[in-house]
């Protein structure tokens, strides 16, 4: 018996989506295709020079659990917002989604963390984020039945950047074990690899993470390699099981020796990428939770990630579940 | 001379947008493509009983602003916010596309006006609008350069909700005509115009407002009729110029015993209908203080509307000049 399928823990963000061309990154010096963090000078900066937006409740791992609610999924999620009216949003939202969200939020400053999205032409997010409430997020956040009570948890290698969640994931993942549950993470974006790559190889290695979702870029930097056969076999012997998107041409999952190929989702104009890896993984987790077979959790990973990029924002419009449903794949 | 095209006022409103089947409408006693003047506890009860949302800057006169800036006009706002994180971004949107505006925002409570925007399949939308700190607008907030200094002022019916508003109307259309200037509103809402059908009426009749927007409801609300041909043969008589919208049936201008016909821009799917009116008055106005015949204002504002109503939300993504260039109406 479980009490949740997936058991989302990550930075909770709302994101801020605008419009610009190429030359605008470039000016600003935004890594394209990133998540760049700043601090409160730089978001007052480059909100002054963004155009008109539209907010979203976003955060990876709080979008990777909307979307598993949103298949039909038994999803929870823990993540620190303030007091205020973008943390009343970010609450409303993954909890009219269904997710279980509880989470204390903080009374005072900083404000709720914000994400500031510039989407190219080409429909390539880079993100500029000022983590806010996010940096309080520690060890006493984690419900104790929640992370025993969870088939998979699955956390963002992005917690490494405040400075107390990691405690709070390596406490959930023990929960977690010690009832016979497994655990996930993303590795999220090819910087934050390079920034905790040490750590995130431990955790791996270690056996405190099962199942690790990356994309190639990700993988790569990883292993420090260029090569994408090198880094899936460096990948398959340090995890149980590996998902690894590569954007048009689908992704590929191994489990020891078996690989499994996924075809992407054809899509005939991407609008906005943001989110694309977190609702792959949604789709994946819901259909892995769910017992079905390797393949066709990366096929429900797919069809999630393929809706969410051809829309503005994060969490897909539609009802997941009727999609797969539509799809054939339930 | 002139310092702006067109100076908008109205009420300053983040709108907080999600999708919801027929059926939730009437469980909730929500009136079906009206807006809904909802207080306090109200709000709160809709919003807990709300999907998951997207916010983004809306109110009436502000979306028409936030459109003549995008045709490249010349635009300014008056309107309230308060001093809270959607009144940062209601500033932020308005004045991120190009539109001058600074009026005061209030220190303190009621917060940040918001309308929770309901979509119906068909596209409909439904409105429950909380007026916060619009209530606090008035006279005082009436800057005389820019009211004397503006083409054309457009203010909403909505104006009438708040209680000191119309006070800043009466003074800001003052310096309007004293400098020669022209006076133009919309009537909002057919149940907007039964709340305030004498002072509407009188607002034209005694020359205050000098061009009158309005759908075909409104307007038959305005004089009580089912009839569009006696309504429209009504409004005529009352004003200056009128411009009648009819959704898929286009609009009618008519100016003394002149009528043009204006034909709607083919739409393939209605997505949502927020914005309709506001941006076809964003149109015509651009195209009117720019000089252009009525026939070409019309034709500006259809493009408008048919462009914001295959989005979600109340203002276009699109730079309306680029599309009205493309479209040959420049």
Same mark, same amino acid.
């Given at each position: 018996m479980s009490d949740y399928d997936v058991l989302a823990i990550g930075n909770a963000i709302v994101d801020i989506i605008a419009q610009c061309d190429e030359a605008f990154l470039v000016e600003n010096r935004?890594?394209?295709?990133? #998540?760049?963090?700043?601090?409160?000078?730089?978001?007052?900066?480059?909100y002054a020079r963004m155009g008109p937006a539209i907010e979203a409740s976003g955060g990876s791992a709080g979008n990777t659990a909307a979307g598993v609610a949103s298949f039909g999924g038994r999803a929870a999620f823990f993540g620190k917002v303030s007091k205020d009216e973008l943390g009343a949003i970010y609450a409303h939202d993954i909890r009219? *989604?269904? =997710?279980? +969200?509880?989470? &204390?939020?903080?009374?005072?400053?900083?404000?709720?963390?914000?994400? #500031?999205? +510039? =989407?190219?032409?080409?429909?390539?997010?880079? #993100?500029?984020?000022?983590?806010g409430a996010c940096v309080e997020l520690g060890p006493e956040d984690v419900e104790a039945t929640k992370a025993r009570g969870a088939r998979v948890i699955y956390f963002e290698g992005y917690l490494w950047d405040p400075p107390r969640a990691k405690e709070a994931i390596r406490l959930a993942a023990g929960h977690a074990h010690a009832a016979g549950r497994e655990v996930s993470m993303t590795l999220?974006?090819?910087?934050? =690899?390079?920034?905790?790559?040490?750590?995130?190889?431990?955790? #791996?290695r270690s056996g405190t993470v099962d199942i690790v979702f990356a994309n190639d870029h990700e993988m790569k930097s990883l292993y420090q390699t260029a090569?994408?056969?090198?880094?899936?076999?460096?990948?398959?012997?340090d995890c149980r099981i590996a998902a690894v998107t590569r954007s048009e041409k689908g992704s590929v999952v191994v489990r020891g020796d078996e690989t499994f190929i996924i075809e992407a989702t054809p899509v005939a104009t991407? =609008? &906005?990428?943001?989110?694309?890896? &977190?609702?792959?993984?949604?789709?994946?987790? +819901?259909?892995?939770?769910?017992?079905? &077979?390797? *393949?066709?959790?990366?096929?429900?990973?797919?069809?999630?990630?393929g809706l969410v990029i051809q829309q503005i924002g994060p969490r897909p419009r539609q009802n997941l579940r009727d999609e797969a449903a539509k799809a054939g794949l339930l």
């Open positions: 935004i890594i394209k295709g990133a #998540m760049n963090l700043i601090d409160t000078e730089r978001a007052e900066l480059l009219a *989604q269904g =997710v279980a +969200f509880d989470t &204390d939020p903080l009374d005072g400053p900083p404000p709720t963390a914000r994400s #500031m999205i +510039f =989407v190219t032409p080409d429909g390539e997010r880079s #993100m500029n984020t000022y983590l999220s974006d090819p910087f934050c =690899v390079d920034r905790y790559r040490d750590e995130f190889l431990d955790l #791996m090569s994408f056969e090198m880094a899936l076999e460096a990948l398959r012997r991407i =609008v &906005d990428t943001t989110g694309a890896g &977190d609702l792959y993984a949604a789709g994946f987790l +819901f259909g892995y939770t769910a017992g079905y &077979d390797l *393949q066709r959790c990366g096929d429900l990973g797919s069809l999630a990630a």
